[in-house]
């Protein structure tokens, strides 16, 4: 992994999107790096890990570069203003991947304790690299707040879509889960973990009243209580559809459930 402000003036272009060809060729020679390959575009929403920016490839071969901060593509580390740019901000890296593609990526940042993160779908040469660092900076909006969680757009696709679009998800938390939210805070995270728990025991009662240690008719009784104040139905398709995505965005805001 490397950092130095002659990498990040060379990144800061090609991240900012919409580099020239004549470009693309002279960062791909300072950088050592061919402009076709298996890329990945890291962003972290805090500082990154000295033990990130080692030198030399990791174990799989994948190789790192940090660039500018986030949101000042221009601005690169030794500059005026980068150490600015960065504090509070966003940590951008540009990854050759390995054989194991960006999954590697992500647990080789898990393991160095790094996070909240994103990291972006595999893109085919150095010219992509603008479109692949805004879709791991959205991939990162797809982290709960205050959480060190490492994740990969192509796992987080449907929370992308609602983060991407913020006035219709507050419109839909506000239209689904709206009778839910003037519940007293207590009563309403107890529906909310039924929800969550049954979902992720992948619809069975039996199996969420054991995570949750109460019994079956407990949880049957809260997801009905839910199921009428938000007038949809857990055996409904679509309508299921719409509890999933408010849950996410409820899980993305700010505010406690």
Do not use: K
């Not at 090609?14 to 960062?27: F, Q």
């Not at 402009?35 to 805090?46: D, I, M, Q, S």
Request: aromatic share 4%.
């Amino acid at each position: 992994m490397r950092r130095g402000t002659r990498y990040g003036a060379l990144l800061g272009p090609l991240l900012a999107g919409g580099a020239t060809p004549a470009l693309v060729t002279r960062a791909a020679r300072g950088l050592g790096l061919p402009e076709r390959g298996r890329y990945a575009v890291v962003v972290l929403g805090t500082p990154v890990p000295d033990a990130a920016v080692a030198e030399g490839p990791d174990a799989d071969g994948s190789r790192w570069w940090w660039g500018a901060a986030e949101g000042s593509p221009g601005e690169v580390e030794g500059s005026p203003g980068a150490a600015e740019a960065r504090e509070g901000g966003r940590e951008v890296a540009v990854v050759l991947l390995g054989p194991a593609g960006p999954a590697r990526a992500a647990a080789r940042l898990r393991e160095l304790g790094a996070g909240p993160g994103g990291v972006s779908p595999v893109v085919g040469c150095l010219a992509q690299l603008g479109a692949a660092r805004r879709l791991a900076g959205t991939a990162l909006l797809t982290c709960e707040p205050g959480s060190r969680e490492i994740v990969r757009l192509d796992e987080r696709l449907p929370a992308a879509l609602l983060v991407s679009r913020p006035e219709l998800s507050t419109r839909l938390l506000a239209e689904v889960f709206g009778p839910l939210l003037t519940l007293v805070p207590a009563e309403r995270s107890l529906l909310v973990e039924t929800l969550e728990a049954w979902l992720e025991c992948g619809g069975s009662v039996g199996r969420a009243a054991a995570r949750l240690g109460c019994h079956r008719n407990t949880v049957f009784n809260r997801l009905r209580r839910l199921e009428r104040l938000t007038a949809r139905s857990l055996s409904r398709p679509r309508e299921l559809v719409d509890l999933v995505l408010a849950l996410d965005v409820l899980r993305l805001s700010s505010a406690p459930p």
